[in-house]
């Protein structure tokens, strides 16, 4: 779609973004998210695992002794970034074109924030004292050219070769090939125990996708998780007729006392979990309507969710997005539930995230 929109509005040029050429970037190829590493594997079948660093995405390109930098947005950010080119530089290739991530880290080994590692790059820098004082180390997870040779339209197993055999290993970001499910498991909490993200999952067989998010990658992240309150529940509809299925969810809020409404939920309940909290969310109803049996704010559940978004819908400013319920939690009283402070403060991380990146997007690079 991507392609076709540049095209149909910038003619030649516009493709000229989604086509290789040494020194000019081309767009990168983004991921989609998965609820887990499980259903990952399952969706992809013959596929790679690699940790997901949350760095600055760089796109680095080697024509001989010229070496240039681009961000995700496609900006020149050589300048700021003269480590990420004298490594580069070093590789035993004629010409070469990367694609992987830029990351400062602290001394024990963990990486910084990603606003952290965002410091290096920009309009006006003194880019020799923050390189001593924020390091940077480039990670590469594709090779989309080498010695002559475009290889986008190889398999991802053909990439990792090519990537293998012109990278160190102390170049490249960790990553297994065809793992069982425990294995996966595995690797997933160890890059999680490292301080990163969470894992992507590559299929082995797909080209790389200038430009597309397509489900050929996968990205799983560490999921957040809040103890909320059930404050009402509505009557489920089709096979979950004659059950409390979508939960209203609320988080405590100690100032004004009671709890705060957050969002909905109705995903990831199994038919015992929906056959239980029917029974127990009756036994705490207070009144109903057509749709809806409001309940004694009693009942804690353990909510996953994949971000907290702006919403003037709810009283609080903030919704959960992605909201699905892991698990009840009967040893918890509803006094020991999350708060609506908790919640804002994993949607201000998130807001000082984005800002960085639109700095970045917005032309925090130098002239190419």
Do not use: C
Not at 68 to 90: D, G, H, I, Q, Y
Not at 285 to 304: G, H, K, N, Q, S
Not at 317 to 324: C, D, E, K, Q
């Amino acid at each position: 779609a991507e392609v076709a929109k540049a095209a149909l509005l910038e003619g030649a040029p516009g493709l000229q973004r989604f086509s290789l050429q040494l020194l000019r970037p081309v767009q990168p190829m983004l991921a989609q998210a998965a609820d887990d590493v499980a259903s990952a594997l399952g969706e992809l079948r013959a596929a790679a695992l690699e940790w997901k660093l949350d760095g600055a995405r760089v796109q680095v390109h080697k024509a001989g002794d010229e070496v240039r930098v681009f961000s995700r947005s496609l900006n020149s950010v050589t300048k700021a970034v003269p480590e990420v080119v004298e490594a580069v530089r070093a590789l035993p290739v004629r010409s070469i074109v990367l694609d992987g991530e830029a990351i400062a880290f602290r001394a024990d080994g963990a990486p910084h924030p990603f606003q952290v590692t965002m410091r290096r790059f920009g309009r006006t820098l003194d880019v020799a004292a923050l390189r001593a004082e924020l390091p940077l180390r480039a990670l590469f997870f594709d090779v989309l050219h080498l010695d002559g040779e475009d290889l986008l339209d190889r398999s991802g197993s053909e990439r990792a070769a090519a990537l293998r055999q012109a990278l160190d290993r102390s170049l490249r970001v960790p990553r297994i090939e065809l793992p069982t499910e425990a294995e996966a498991e595995v690797f997933f909490a160890d890059a999680l125990a490292r301080g990163h993200e969470g894992v992507m999952a590559k299929s082995l067989a797909a080209p790389y996708e200038a430009g597309r998010r397509g489900s050929s990658w996968l990205k799983v992240k560490r999921a957040h998780t809040l103890d909320l309150v059930v404050l009402a529940v509505e009557w489920g509809s089709g096979r979950r007729r004659g059950l409390l299925s979508n939960l209203h969810l609320g988080a405590r809020d100690p100032g004004a006392g009671g709890f705060v409404m957050l969002g909905k939920t109705f995903k990831g309940m199994t038919d015992e979990m929906l056959a239980w909290q029917t029974q127990r969310l009756l036994e705490l109803e207070i009144t109903r309507d057509a749709y809806t049996v409001y309940v004694r704010p009693e009942l804690v559940v353990e909510i996953a969710f994949d971000g907290v978004q702006a919403s003037p819908q709810y009283p609080g400013g903030v919704a959960l997005r992605f909201a699905r319920v892991k698990r009840y939690r009967p040893d918890k009283a509803a006094g020991e539930a999350s708060t609506i402070d908790e919640v804002r403060a994993i949607h201000a991380g998130a807001l000082a995230h984005e800002a960085a990146e639109r700095r970045e997007a917005g032309g925090g690079g130098e002239e190419a």
